[in-house]
């Protein structure tokens, strides 16, 4: 397709267990950031990654977050031991322009993650 | 007070109509994005600012960092113009602040 694409679009997940969340970027796409959005909260960036090259910029909760790019346009969200807390929408966001050369983002349409 | 401001919450025009929607926002930015989400549909960035004007078919959008201030335009709006369009802001660690969206309607 011509956009991004997140899948689930909604998880419920046991406290504790281990989750993985997918996003299909736009092929050409270089750069491709994870955020997390909760009410109230906003979105905080959770991983970047930049061609080829996985860059993770999680650094709250550090340790828990990492994202694999088996494919250039193709990433994995992978959250360990998932707590309460991470109940929230995680979205996914790509480019074709690098990131610091300012350029718009295409949005995924995000997946909803619960933890009970 | 939230961080980013938006207004009109809802905007209703007939086709044709000139449209503007304005973007406050408290923080210190590296970026301000405006987005567009159609009923359904992924969200799609529309311009990513820093400074100055951009310009992109009939849509404009401004920004003025020193009073803090965005405004998307839209001229000659067509009824496929009919979406919520978010103002979001980027501070220097790429944290995204996003408002609370603007509901566009573009009756024909």
């Known amino acids: 397709g011509a956009g991004v694409s997140q899948s689930p679009r909604y998880k419920v997940a046991k406290r504790g267990r281990d989750v993985a969340l997918r996003c299909d970027s736009i092929?050409?796409?270089?750069?491709l950031y994870w955020y997390r959005q909760t009410l109230g909260q906003g979105s905080e960036v959770l991983t970047y990654?930049?061609?080829?090259?996985?860059?993770?910029k999680s650094g709250r909760p550090s340790g828990r977050f990492s994202a694999e790019r088996p494919e250039r346009s193709v990433s994995t969200l992978k959250i360990q031991r998932t707590e309460q807390g991470d109940s929230a929408v995680y979205l996914c966001?790509?480019?074709?322009?690098?990131?610091?050369?300012?350029?718009?983002?295409?949005f995924g349409s995000g997946t909803r993650l619960t933890v009970v | 007070k939230n961080e980013v401001e938006q207004s009109p919450q809802n905007l209703t025009a007939q086709e044709g109509e000139f449209i503007t929607i304005n973007c406050s926002y408290s923080?210190?930015?590296?970026?301000l994005h405006w987005l567009q989400q159609h009923p359904g549909g992924g969200i799609v960035s529309l311009f990513m600012?820093?400074?100055?004007?951009k310009k992109h078919g009939r849509l404009i959008a401004t920004i003025n960092i020193q009073e803090k201030h965005s405004s998307l335009h839209i001229t000659a709006s067509h009824p496929r113009d009919s979406a919520v369009y978010i103002c979001?802001?980027?501070?220097?660690?790429?944290?995204?602040?996003w408002g609370a969206g603007t509901k566009l309607i573009i009756k024909p």
């Open positions: 990654s930049q061609s080829d090259a996985q860059r993770d």
């Open positions: 600012l820093s400074s100055g004007k």
């Open positions: 092929s050409g796409h270089v750069t």
């Open positions: 966001a790509s480019s074709f322009i690098p990131k610091d050369s300012y350029y718009g983002y295409t």
């Open positions: 923080v210190g930015i590296s970026a």
């Open positions: 979001a802001v980027m501070d220097s660690n790429y944290q995204l602040i």
